[in-house]
Nanobody, 114 residues
Framework: QVRLVESGGGWVQPGGSLRLSCAAS????????MGWYRQAPGKQRELVAR???????IYADSVKGRFTISKDNAKNTVYLQMNSLKPEDTAVYYC????????WGQGTQVTVSS
């Protein structure tokens, strides 16, 4: 079974950048779509970016133009480059298939504040 481990979160000031990584213990080659989700305190988990096997990407309006999702199949790793971060981006970030297929990892906390 695939196990997902997210990393790369931290504290950053508004306007800053972070790069998140999601390493899969098993092959995700066969997964058609992988995505990054986030959950802010008191809110439901939401999908913010997805990447299909051919490389196409789709973003939520709230992150479009600021976040970039990518995938390295050889490393079984999915990335999320986050630029121009805003306080409202503060959340725990998770990766998974779209729709969710694998057990959730522990996530990685992103805090944007001055």
């Amino acid at each position: 079974q695939v196990r997902l481990v997210e990393s790369g979160g931290g504290w950053v000031q508004p306007g800053g950048s972070l790069r998140l990584s999601c390493a899969a213990s098993g092959s995700i080659f066969s997964t058609a779509v992988m995505g990054w989700y986030r959950q802010a305190p008191g809110k439901q988990r939401e999908l913010v970016a997805r990447i299909i096997s051919g490389g196409g990407t789709i973003y939520a309006d709230s992150v479009k133009g600021r976040f970039t999702i990518s995938k390295d199949n050889a490393k079984n790793t999915v990335y999320l480059q986050m630029n121009s971060l805003k306080p409202e981006d503060t959340a725990v970030y998770y990766c998974n298939a779209v729709p969710q297929r694998y057990p959730w990892g522990q996530g990685t906390q992103v805090t944007v504040s001055s």
